[in-house]
């Protein structure tokens, strides 16, 4: 290794995003990359592609940054564990908001957190090959914008952590430089509470649709391309619903959603649902 390869450690690297991270990263040749997984039939997956295994707690003394790809659940006791032992003027990467937000993301002075999330490619975006058409989550072939935020610490080392986020999430467009709270509204409650739920009663209403007596492949077809028009329409403005479709869309709220749903955006609902999230006993505390 040469003296300007930075060591870029993964913790969790067996898991659904450590295994897309990590996939990207072996192709940078700026890093030394160190794998460190502790499920013994993830670490056997990774051996598989030829990659090696790294002692988690030595490891960590060495890295020059360090990627917590490990549930949000697990972020407060892993970062207490590890953070002790990473050297001075070391990057600590997280993948999720949450921890950070409640307060649960262990840190020290002489170190830089990191919080940085993918966007996941975008429902109006150039695709222009099959591979860019079938990577929906991102980091494979279609590019993606991603969030980033400084929890604590140095800028310089902020610019080095954001260099590895854009391989690592990769191919990336532009990267927003936003706040941990402003992560935490984007997601959970934008991307999850509000569009993730949508997106399950879609499915169950095609269900519903289905079970009223109408053809599978019919149901799907309108679906799938109103999906499409409802969304160009209601968020790129490309031609107006017409005064019918405004009167069902208004029958629609008032049979299905809860006049004071905004209320998702207070402060003291998104401290109710990260806490939720996190499986804590006691509130949010910020």
Known sequence: MSDK???????????????????????????????CETSPRKIEEIEAKGLQISEMN??????????????????????????????????????DPAAAYAGLLHTR????????????????????TEEEHADFFGGIAAEQDVVIAKYSGDEDKFNV????????????????RITVKDMAILEPTLAEV????????????????????????????????????????ALKGTNPFSDAA???????????????WKRVFNDEELDKVVGKMLKLEQPVNR
């Open 194 to 233: 509000i569009t993730c739920m949508i997106g399950t009663v879609f499915k169950e209403s095609l269900e519903e649709t289905v079970k009223k007596g109408v053809p599978e492949k019919a149901a799907k077809a309108m679906l799938y391309g109103h999906i499409q028009i409802a969304l160009s329409v």
């Open 109 to 128: 002075e002489d170190i830089t957190s990191i919080v940085a999330h993918p966007c996941h490619p975008s429902v109006f975006g150039k695709y222009l």
């Open 161 to 176: 952590g954001q260099e590895v986020v854009r391989n690592m999430y990769a191919p990336v467009g532009e990267i927003h």
């Open 58 to 95: 030595e490891t960590v003394k060495s890295s020059d940054v360090v990627i917590l790809a490990v549930p949000d659940t697990a972020i407060g006791n892993v970062s207490k564990q590890i953070v002790p032992n990473m050297k001075p003027g070391a990057v600590l990467l997280t993948l």
């Open 246 to 260: 405004m009167i069902a869309i208004d029958y629609g709220k008032e049979a299905i959603i809860k006049s004071d």
């Open 5 to 35: 390869n930075a060591i870029v450690a993964v913790i969790g690297a067996g898991g659904k995003m450590g295994t897309r991270i990590t996939n990207n990263l072996v192709k940078c040749n700026e890093y030394e990359l160190k794998l």
